[in-house]
């Protein structure tokens, strides 16, 4: 069966630049999605402790600590998880080209 994601038509040299190619990026794109997140979760405890009037205004009904911890943090992340899919993946196919 021929499979179109087979790369075994290139050398073993050529497969180990490919794929080294794929995963430098990928893990760049990691990092940076990592640091978001970190910075997302670091983010609030500072802001509580270095912005305690603003971190505790009201808007809707609820401290500005709780909307983000509350609400806003899972959709953050639903949001960061998509893009990095969605940018993996677009690597992914700009690769494909080349085997």
Do not use: C
């Not at 808007?59 to 998509?82: C, E, H, K």
């Amino acid at each position: 069966m021929n499979d179109p994601h087979e790369i075994t038509h290139l050398s073993e040299e050529e497969q180990e630049r490919l794929l080294g190619t794929v995963m430098r990026e990928q893990m760049g794109l990691s990092l940076k999605v990592a640091a978001v997140f970190i910075l997302l979760l670091v983010g609030l405890p500072l802001g509580n402790f270095y912005l305690p009037d603003l971190m505790g205004s009201k808007v809707g009904g609820l401290t500005l600590t709780w909307l983000i911890l509350g609400i806003l943090f899972y959709p953050l992340t639903w949001v960061l998880s998509y893009v990095f899919v969605k940018q993996s993946e677009s690597i992914e196919h700009r690769h494909e080209g080349e085997f």
